[in-house]
């Protein structure tokens, strides 16, 4: 198992934004968290990165607890997130957008290597390279936001709403380039506005509704469960 996640609860002061949330992601699997707005996804991530603090519960990765680890240590240790918004630099090029994501990395060389490997992958990236960010459109940002998060070398990337305003085209080629990454050998834990998307791409699918875990199952049987349309809709079920 790569990451277990016991009992975890999150707290925004005296109200609760995630409640006794559990889930288990095995390496080289695709994991997908969904769930109506303000359901508590965005906060599960920032718990899994030491972000939010968890007023209950662990974080266990490769068997480890760390649940009282910096965010730093965490991404030194595998975890990386590509937050929603993606939180590009515009002012500083591409390639420093970029190289952020190696900060607590000293192998230059192979940092060089992996930087070309996301420029071959990317090549909108690599013709800017020296260009401010701000010259990006928002997908190339996506992308951009992706190979920085890459640049970490993580063994497990989540990635919060990636598909969020881009054109049908972009959310094509984001979700083929997940399925490249994992076809790779990297394990994603994906939350989604998207759910016919996220759901033919993962393995396991979480529903979240007001901070609380409502269905958990394979993605697959996931997608046909009437609970997950009454979820997005508001609408309890009787
Ligand atoms: N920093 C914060 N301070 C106080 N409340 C917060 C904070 N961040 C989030 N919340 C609240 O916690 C709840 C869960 O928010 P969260 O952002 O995790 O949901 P979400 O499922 O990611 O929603 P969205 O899809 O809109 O991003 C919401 O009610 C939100 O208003």
Not at 40 to 63: C, P
Request: proline residues 3%; aromatic residues 4%.
């Amino acid at each position: 198992m790569l990451l277990e996640i016991n009992s975890l609860s999150v707290k925004y002061g005296r109200i609760p934004a995630l409640e006794d949330f559990s889930m288990e992601i095995k390496r080289g699997e695709i994991a997908t968290v969904l769930g109506a707005n303000g359901a508590g996804k965005s906060t599960l991530l920032k718990a899994i990165l030491g972000m939010e603090k968890a007023s209950h519960g662990k974080v266990v990765w490769e068997g480890e607890n760390v649940t009282n680890w910096s965010p730093s240590r965490r991404i030194k240790d595998g975890l990386a997130l590509v937050p929603e918004g993606r939180r590009i630099l515009i002012a500083q090029t591409i390639e420093e957008n970029l190289l952020l994501g190696a900060y607590q990395r000293d192998d230059v060389d192979a940092i060089r290597h992996e930087m070309e490997t996301i420029y071959d992958r990317f090549p909108n990236l690599c013709e800017r390279r020296h260009m401010q960010a701000s010259c990006l459109s928002g997908g190339e940002q996506q992308m951009l936001a992706i190979g920085r998060a890459l640049l970490s070398k993580p063994d497990l990337l989540m990635l919060d709403e990636p598909s969020l305003g881009l054109s049908p085209l972009f959310v094509k080629q984001l979700f083929k380039l997940l399925r490249d990454l994992n076809k790779g050998g990297l394990t994603i834990l994906l939350v989604e506005q998207n759910t016919d998307q996220a759901l033919a791409l993962a393995n396991t699918g979480y529903v979240l509704e007001r901070g609380k875990l409502i269905i958990s199952d394979g993605a697959q049987k996931l997608a046909n469960d009437p609970r997950l349309h009454e979820a997005y809709l508001g609408v309890a079920a009787e």
